[in-house]
């Protein structure tokens, strides 16, 4: 069966580092989500990206961050300059379509931990 | 605004009860999907089952199964003779459609539940 993967696992760098978190999602999928959910907190959405470009995204998603599809197979979260606050498990999702027509299929996250 | 309320932040049960795992939603949108995700102590992301706002009928897959009541904005759980590997977090998620079609989950604050033999 098709899954969403994500690289690496665990993911540890100093506060002020770049970090780029990597996910290839399901292969005919065309939406791309990044959430993320800190320790023991509820899943939070980042944001979405579709035809190349972000469609929507949240609050917290700041001038930090960016996302790419620097090919046709990946989909790249970037943090710039990363804070303690950043610690957290990001997870990457794919849909088929868009609308809630299609459920969202999450990868197995990505555990930052920013010191 | 959409919100999604899981009042329930821990339940402990021993194995072979039933449970019922509560989700209240709110939001303005007339067309709407709901979501259940189960989320193992390994922390990965496991989808378990998808609603549409025009869909109230009741559905069990196994011993799962999902009450949907529009009239009290509710989309409970239920899982029956629950197994010690049902242990996990549970999350409710309301789905929020942008202009530009793509959307995105509002997930709920989860319920713990665990099963002990």
């Known amino acids: 069966e098709p899954e969403v993967t994500q690289t690496p696992s665990h993911q540890v760098t100093q506060m002020g580092q770049e970090v780029i978190l990597r996910c290839v999602p399901i292969s005919n999928h065309l939406y791309f989500y990044w959430y993320r959910q800190i320790l023991g907190q509820k899943v939070e959405f980042l944001v979405s990206?579709?035809?190349?470009?972000?469609?929507?995204k949240s609050e917290i998603f700041d001038d930090q961050f960016s996302v790419e599809r620097p090919d046709g197979s990946n989909f790249t979260l970037k943090i710039r300059s990363t804070k303690l606050e950043d610690s957290a498990m990001y997870f990457c999702?794919?849909?088929?379509?868009?609308?809630?027509?299609?459920?969202?299929?999450f990868g197995p996250g990505t555990r930052l931990t920013v010191t | 605004a959409q919100k999604v309320t899981q009042a329930q932040t821990e339940i402990s049960v021993v194995e072979k009860e039933d449970v019922t795992l509560d989700c209240v939603y709110e939001t303005r949108d007339t067309t709407y999907y709901l979501f259940w995700y189960k989320q193992p102590p390994s922390g990965e992301l496991v989808f378990l089952i998808r609603r549409n706002s025009f869909d109230e009928q009741n559905e069990i897959s196994g011993r799962y199964s999902w009450n949907f009541q529009k009239s009290t904005s509710s989309f409970n759980f239920t899982i029956t003779a629950s197994q010690v590997v049902d242990s996990a977090v549970y999350f409710c998620a309301l789905s929020y459609t942008s202009q530009g079609g793509s959307e995105k989950l509002v997930f709920g604050k989860g319920t713990k539940l665990t099963v002990n033999p």
């Open positions: 990206f579709y035809n190349n470009e972000i469609s929507e």
């Open positions: 999702a794919s849909s088929e379509a868009g609308r809630g027509r299609y459920e969202q299929y």
